[in-house]
């Protein structure tokens, strides 16, 4: 019996050591950690680098706090809440374009408590978050006083719902008892619920922290209802009384201005021309002018608006350097404004063609400034674009859907020089063209233009290469070569070819019944008007079927 006891000491010692690992294992596994949060790893900032989040989800990019507050990255101001905030890094200018009259800041210029709206960092510019809050529609909630930073910012003005704590605990990193501590909350104190899973909520503390509370502890809700006082600029456009029937003149020298009136005869239902009398010549805001007053006013006398166009077309001419400079497009807004003014300029239009992305926030921004300009002297803005692709949706048509008067889509060139033969513009081309710029441009502002010209394609051993041809020529060389013209349903347009003298000559001919659909598509989407290139490609009777006014 003497030699038992020890035994079963020995094996009571071993059970109670077991059954005390277990315990440690079970506290150590289930009992909630007291660690705190490496709140600079957490929040990915340090010192003066200040965390930004956007509707509670935390950015990539950060700010910076400085004079007492706190600047955000321009580049990520653009992208996320204010896309108007140009930075023009060559002669480091902040400029902002309202509606009647345009902003600049540098370095230089402060608030009125003294302090400098924006801060240059290497090739960043800053900008104060209270600057960006007077110009967007934005809440701001900024926590610099504890040594991580951090600045929430909500484009939102839905009412939220904040619970009171039921219980005080512990806001940790991730959901879990293990999960080290962000912050410790008391009882009765609110957070806004952003997400729910089963037995743990990610929350937004009141004192700006995101984080994690077990679900349990939430209590009671609070619905705050917020209004915002922010007020729109409202860009006031011009538009015609009537829908736009516009033809534009190809004008390459003073004497072809001569032309418009033996061209005018052939037309009916023109209430806008639209010359090529402005041509860009250099980087330097420079242009070259064709502008005639006789012209004008013989089209005044008519009842016909001139809206004037200014090209780009120029192979000295790079688009992206030339529009990067305030400078430059203040001084090319001045020339443009003063030939206005010289020579009774009912509008301008711009075609501005093969632009570089880099190009797009330069272009919009040189929209935005002549829109100004063109609203303070009253006359019309329009733009001319191409049909909708993801390779060009730089140009932005949204923005230009508001500040420029007409956004017109040119509805053509869907087979091109250089590329595959096929049509000019086919029937679902031009209707696709209409209506992905209908997503982003209200239909009183969309005119869609048609062609006044077809390709006739010629392909042989030598290689493939097409001629343009005006409505009226290709009509002729058809009937010349005998080409038997077949009605396309699904193209909406009639196709022909030959074999002449072992060249193979295609065409998709461009006429009045391919037209009259394309009229049938502005008219069902009760656009603005029509357009069309070129004056003096036509045949009379194509006026009968292009037309908007009755």
């Not at 999960?179 to 609110?190: F, N």
């Not at 002018?289 to 009842?303: F, I």
């Not at 993801?390 to 420029?404: D, H, L, P, T």
């Not at 603005?528 to 070129?534: I, L, N, T």
């Amino acid at each position: 019996m003497k030699k038992i006891v020890p035994v079963l000491i020995a094996i009571g010692l071993a059970l109670c050591a077991f059954i005390g690992y277990l315990g440690y294992r079970a506290v150590q596994k289930y009992w909630p950690t007291k660690e705190p949060a490496d709140l600079e790893a957490y929040y990915k900032v340090s010192g003066q680098e200040t965390a930004v989040f956007l509707n509670n989800e935390l950015q990539e990019e950060t700010a910076l706090f400085q004079n007492n507050q706190v600047y955000l990255p321009v580049t990520w101001i653009n992208a996320l809440i204010n896309e108007r905030f140009y930075w023009d890094e060559n002669e480091q200018l902040l400029v902002y374009a309202l509606p009647d009259s345009i902003v600049y800041a540098d370095a230089e210029t402060k608030s009125s408590g003294g302090t400098p709206y924006l801060q240059v960092v290497g090739q960043e510019a800053y900008l104060s978050a209270d600057l960006v809050a007077s110009y967007t529609d934005i809440r701001v909630a900024s926590y610099t006083g504890d040594a991580v930073k951090r600045i929430f910012i909500d484009t939102t003005w839905d009412a939220e719902e904040w619970n009171d704590l039921k219980r005080g605990g512990a806001i940790r990193e991730r959901g879990g008892v293990k999960s080290p501590v962000v912050v410790q909350e008391e009882k009765g104190a609110a957070v806004l619920v952003l997400e729910e899973m089963d037995r743990w909520c990610r929350v937004r503390t009141e004192d700006g922290h995101i984080g994690y509370v077990e679900k349990h502890r939430l209590g009671e809700g609070d619905t705050i209802t917020y209004v915002s006082t922010f007020e729109e600029p409202v860009y006031e456009n011009i538009s015609m009384d009537e829908k736009v029937c516009l033809a534009w003149h190809q004008v390459t020298s003073a004497a072809a201005n001569g032309s418009i009136e033996a061209y005018l005869e052939n037309t009916k239902g023109i209430n806008v021309i639209s010359p090529t009398w402005f041509s860009l010549t250099d980087n330097e805001g420079n242009f070259t002018s064709l502008a005639d007053a006789s012209y004008v006013e013989y089209l005044h006398e008519r009842g016909i608006q001139v809206w004037a166009l200014l090209d780009n077309f120029s192979g000295d001419v790079q688009s992206e350097i030339l529009l990067s400079r305030t400078s430059v497009r203040r001084k090319l807004i001045d020339g443009l404004m003063e030939e206005v003014q010289t020579y009774d300029l009912d509008g301008l239009n711009l075609d501005f063609e093969g632009l570089k992305e880099s190009a797009g926030p330069h272009y919009i921004q040189f929209i935005r400034e002549l829109s100004v300009a063109c609203r303070q002297a009253g006359i019309v803005l329009s733009v001319d674009n191409y049909v909708p692709a993801a390779y060009n949706s730089f140009y932005n048509r949204k923005e230009q859907g508001i500040v420029a008067d007409y956004v017109i889509v040119m509805g053509y060139d869907e087979h091109y020089a250089g590329g595959e033969p096929g049509p000019v513009a086919s029937y679902d081309y031009v209707k696709q063209g209409i209506e992905n710029t209908l997503e982003l441009v209200p239909r009183e502002k969309v005119i869609n233009a048609v062609p006044f010209y077809t390709r006739v394609w010629k392909e042989s051993e030598e290689g493939r290469s097409s001629d343009a041809l005006g409505i009226a020529d290709a009509k002729d060389w058809a009937q010349r070569k005998n080409v038997e013209l077949v009605w396309q349903d699904d193209l909406g347009l009639y196709y022909g070819e030959i074999d002449d003298e072992g060249v193979r000559k295609q065409v998709w001919m461009e006429e009045e019944r391919s037209l009259g659909l394309k009229m049938e598509l502005i008219r069902e989407q009760d656009l603005a008007g029509v357009a069309c290139w070129k004056l003096g490609f036509e045949p009379a009777s194509v006026w009968d079927v292009v037309k908007v006014n009755e």
